[in-house]
Nanobody, 122 residues
């Protein structure tokens, strides 16, 4: 599976962005997918994940109520709608895919996109 993330950019605090991750290759609907992020000088951290059908989702506490992960299997695309953005959301965001469930662990995912930069100004 090849993953291509897009949609990042510069936004003011309180604003919104929608990230997209287009997949190609093997059957996209077979994979759990997720988003991680990595801020400068920090470890890559889990943001959100979604099941193959889209029926189950999981979020890290810091984004609950502000971010929404969704997917469109017909388009082989996963999305991350980010609202009420904060400066601490600034990071490179990576999409990922795997088969080990709604995991928060980096090692549970087999495929990674190249990342898209999100910068939130105060």
């Amino acid at each position: 599976v090849q993953l291509q993330a897009s949609g990042g950019g510069l936004v003011q605090a309180g604003g919104s962005l929608r990230l997209s991750c287009a997949a190609s290759g093997r059957t996209f609907s077979s994979y759990f997918t997720g988003w991680f992020r990595q801020a400068p000088g920090k470890k890559r951290e889990f943001v959100a994940s979604i099941s193959q059908s889209g029926g189950s989702t999981y979020y890290t506490d810091s984004v609950k109520g502000r971010f929404t992960i969704s997917r469109d299997n017909a388009k082989s695309t996963v999305y991350l709608q980010m609202n009420s953005l904060k400066p601490e959301d600034t990071a490179v965001y990576y999409c990922t895919a795997g088969t080990r469930g709604l995991s928060t662990r980096i090692g549970s995912y087999d495929y990674w996109g190249q990342g898209t930069q999100v910068t939130v100004s105060s």
